[in-house]
């Protein structure tokens, strides 16, 4: 297809997506399945990702959630509903514990216990109460805002509508899930694609009187605000909504320990297609309500909460061929290219092999019969191959010793924390010296989260590698834009568009440069962290001392993996010169510090010591969360430094020679007005 073709089908598909969008939200009628929807959006996407020219408002890509419907109007929650993170595997758990325990401070045999229940597959609620009546209801909308269904609401019979008992809060917004049975859905398949289509639907509508017709059913589990709520944890919580009318979920437990999750998580998938409902996991909470409140939110999740989802559809095919793929760190990922699948609506020609070990523990090889899974938006893999129906000239694969890039020789590092040797094999080339690993940190530089120059996607860094018009980052601003315009399917507009938009990035913040150079182990958020530490680029650029090196690992969250990932960044002198070099074409601001006016303002802290109960990053947290700063090393800037056991007697002798204050655990929670 031609350029004009592919911006046609384009935009056929964006105006199809936006006719189900206003047939869906506006008029409360789903022209089209789950399913073909999905197909739809993901189609949309990857037209994106392979031509850099297609760009729409209403794409998908560019949608966070859903809009509030115009039918309704919208009101702010009071407390945002936040969204869940993901787990897929007893790993993911593992970490999930791993990371609770560590934040809190807590012992490894400490025993967690978990709220427990399975996670329904229908629209969320917020139901705003006070004085023991239901005054409002809302969608949960973009999880800021939401649409007042209120009328629609109060059709359901499980719902509560003023409830008299002394216990009951004095203001709260009891949350949960509005959804219709299986068994009664069966009346309504002619009209909705599956269960949730009806409950969204339904609860769109502007007559409450045709909502009152659909069996629409409400399971309470949580709340957002509250004032007067006296419960100390999710499961007594829910003994307080079942007293108080409600409905919960008859399958919600309290457990401990991941073996038990895992064991009931796998009774629950059994037992998934006898439900009268559906669930596509399992939710587990932190019980313990004053536990949730220390561990707080990350972004729009919170700490103590996850939710495991249950494995996808699964399809057998065949394995064409074994291709090696080379990351932008040099990670050497092999890729089962396969006769292409329809699994759970979407076809999938690719499917990742993980690392060597894999294979060979799983015995895989081009022609084999295999299984492949994909979960959620995880990329397919495959799970096992039928060795019955392998033919018999059949040959082992044999993983490269040697890049198949640049010819450098492959490794398997040691892992210093774990005590083993990775996985996954790299090659051994630093810097831009193989041309795979330069293509794929080119495209890193380019990407939405780093510059992100409009019209500079993937393809064009791999045709403008090709032609040599690009080797390095500094090569994107000094383009030569005479001989672009000479190339097929580009003209002069095409070009002007090009360099406007390069040359409009041409200002970075000092975060996103970090992050944009590719480092290993730098993401953005350890992007965002060096940046308050450095302040400027010319501290950063001239990183090179032993005492900067050491002073790195006073920041919280940056360890001894990501300081050795940045000395190997820094001895390699083609780095150094691509900072060099980008220097002189880019203006790169300096970090902007916060002004908030919490109770800590303009005080600046540094722990040294092990505390009680409480982890540096809580420490950390609390100190930001009320306007203060944490700084690496103790200075005449320093304001507090807090000890607890064991602390570095060079700091605190240092801070007093200073005469800087020293406090302990318990004095700077009294400075929030906390007891320890």
Known sequence: MNKKEIKNLYNLKINLLKKYNYSYFDKNNSLVTDKKYDELKKEVIDLENNYSFLNSKYSPSKSVGFKPSKNFKKSLHKVPMLSLSNAFSEEDLINFE?????????????????????????????????????????????????????????TLSDIPKEILLKDFPEEIDIRGEVFIQNSDFKGLSEKFANPRNAASGSLRQK?????????????????????????????????????????????????????????????????????DFDID???????????????????????????????????????????????????????????????????????????????????????DTAVIERAGDVIPHILSVDKQKRLKNSKKFIFPKNCPSCGSETIKEFNSVTKKVDAVRRCSSEGYDCDKISIEKLKHFVSKEAFNIDGFGKKIVENFWKLKLIKYP??????????????????????????????????????????????????????????????????????????????????????????????????????????????????????????????????????????NGISRAEVKSLIEENSGKTISSVSKKLNFLIIGEKPTKKKVDYAKELKIKVIGQVEFLKMLNKTS
């Open 98 to 154: 791993k990371k609770i325990k560590n934040y809190l401070s807590i012992k490894n045999d400490f025993e967690i216990f978990y709220s427990v229940e399975p996670k329904i597959d229908g629209i969320s609620a917020s139901l705003n109460f006070k004085d023991g009546k239901f005054y409002k209801g809302l969608s949960r909308g973009d999880g800021k805002e939401g649409e007042d269904i209120t009328e629609n609401l109060k």
């Open 281 to 367: 996991g399992i939710v587990y909470k932190v019980n313990d309500f004053a536990m949730q409140r220390r561990l707080g939110n990350v972004a729009n999740a919170p700490r103590w909460a996850i939710a495991h989802k249950f494995s996808s559809n699964k399809a057998v095919s065949k394995i064409l061929d074994i291709e090696i793929q080379i990351g932008r760190t040099g990670a050497l990922t092999p890729v089962a290219k396969i006769k292409p699948i329809n699994i759970g609506g979407v076809i999938v020609s690719n499917a990742t092999l993980h690392n060597e070990d894999e294979i060979n523990r799983k015995d895989i090889r081009v022609g």
């Open 474 to 611: 500094q090569d994107i601003f000094n383009l030569d834009f005479s001989k672009i315009e000479t190339l097929d399917g580009w003209g002069k507009l095409s070009v002007q568009n090009l360099k406007y938009s390069i040359n409009q990035k041409k200002t970075i913040s000092l975060e996103r440069f970090i992050y944009s150079l590719g480092i290993r182990y730098i993401g953005l958020e350890n992007a965002k962290l060096l940046c308050k530490h450095f302040i400027s680029f010319s501290k950063f650029k001239n990183l090179s001392k032993k005492t900067d090196y050491e002073d790195m690992l006073n920041i919280d969250g940056i360890g001894e993996t990501q300081v050795n990932s940045l000395k190997n960044f820094f001895s390699n002198e083609t780095n150094k010169q691509v900072l060099n070099e980008l220097e002189k074409v880019l203006l790169i601001r300096d970090a902007i510090e916060n002004s908030d006016d919490g109770i800590l303002k303009n005080m600046t802290f540094l722990v040294t010591g092990k505390l």
């Open 207 to 275: 007559n409450s009187e045709e909502t009152k017709k659909i069996p629409l059913k409400f399971i309470a589990y949580t709340f957002g605000y509250e004032k007067g709520l006296r419960v100390n944890n999710q499961s007594d919580f829910l003994k307080k909504l079942n007293k108080w009318g409600f409905k919960t979920n008859p399958l919600n437990k309290l457990i401990t320990s991941i073996k038990s999750l895992i064991e009931n998580y796998n009774e629950i998938e059994k037992k998934r297609a006898d439900l």
